[in-house]
């Protein structure tokens, strides 16, 4: 966890989260901090006195104005509604998660249901539709080719297609480049254009002084 230092006092380590900086992501400080509340045991109507020296620009002038010491809830809404940071939002960011190759897959998968949980924020019983929507997403997020057969081996939990993710990249990254010839996509053959004066296979117009009557056999008209 970023920004998360461990230290030990006697035999249980006591974690500690370094101040918020205004380049971080509000909203993964907010969770950080939060869960080392909760794994310390600390009173969640003391969380705010612990988070408001842990802020820093926009976000401590927010936690201060509100002038409350016990509704973390109320500030915590506060700070993210500040940031433009909505339901809304998450679902954007969770609809754009594209994986690249410069990517660790574990990293790309958790951080693809991170952004789904908190868009539809799941309660109990939610986790089988919150591994189906991820699911569909990071399908989606692959490379055509490698989402084909990911999608194949019917993943049904993230987990599921990070490891598949893996197992298709290694497989083929041990494959030499294959010359594969290039296609004729449906393009037209090029005609050859006509110069001026040519005719093509257009045939020339007599005049009516050659022309030969089909009925009377005289030449200069011809019958209808």
């Known amino acids: 966890m970023k920004g998360v230092l461990a230290e030990?006092?006697?035999n249980s380590p006591h974690l500690k989260i370094s101040p918020y900086?205004?380049?971080?992501?509000?909203?993964?400080?907010?969770?950080?901090?939060?869960?080392?509340?909760?794994?310390?045991?600390?009173?969640?109507?003391?969380?705010?006195?612990?988070?408001?020296?842990?802020?820093?620009?926009?976000?401590?002038?927010?936690?201060?104005?509100?002038?409350?010491?016990?509704d973390y809830d109320g500030v915590k809404k506060a700070i993210?509604?500040?940031?433009?940071?909505?339901?809304?939002?998450?679902?954007?960011k969770f609809r754009s998660h594209v994986w690249t190759r410069d990517q660790d897959p574990t990293d790309w998968i958790a951080r693809g249901v991170k952004l789904v949980k908190r868009w539809l924020v799941p309660e109990n019983g939610m986790e089988q539709v919150?591994?189906?929507i991820a699911v569909e997403q990071l399908l989606n997020g692959l490379p055509q080719e490698m989402r084909i057969w990911v999608t194949s081996q019917n993943?049904?939990?993230p987990e599921k297609v990070g490891e598949?993710?893996?197992?298709?990249?290694?497989?083929?990254?041990?494959l030499p480049q294959r010359n594969r010839p290039k296609q004729d996509h449906g393009r037209s053959k090029e005609f050859p254009r006509k110069t001026e004066g040519s005719t093509g296979n257009k045939?020339?117009?007599?005049?009516?002084?050659?022309?030969?009557?089909?009925?009377?056999?005289?030449k200069g008209h011809i019958a209808r």
């Open 80 to 92: 993210l509604e500040h940031y433009n940071i909505n339901t809304e939002r998450c679902r954007r």
């Open 203 to 218: 045939k020339e117009r007599k005049s009516p002084s050659e022309i030969t009557c089909y009925k009377c056999n005289r």
């Open 8 to 10: 030990r006092e006697g």
């Open 130 to 132: 919150v591994n189906k």
């Open 164 to 174: 598949l993710i893996e197992s298709y990249d290694t497989a083929h990254s041990c």
């Open 21 to 70: 900086q205004e380049t971080e992501d509000i909203q993964d400080f907010i969770e950080a901090f939060e869960g080392i509340m909760k794994i310390q045991g600390v009173n969640r109507t003391s969380w705010i006195l612990r988070l408001t020296p842990l802020l820093s620009g926009k976000a401590r002038t927010v936690c201060t104005d509100l002038g409350t010491t016990t």
């Open 155 to 157: 993943p049904e939990t």
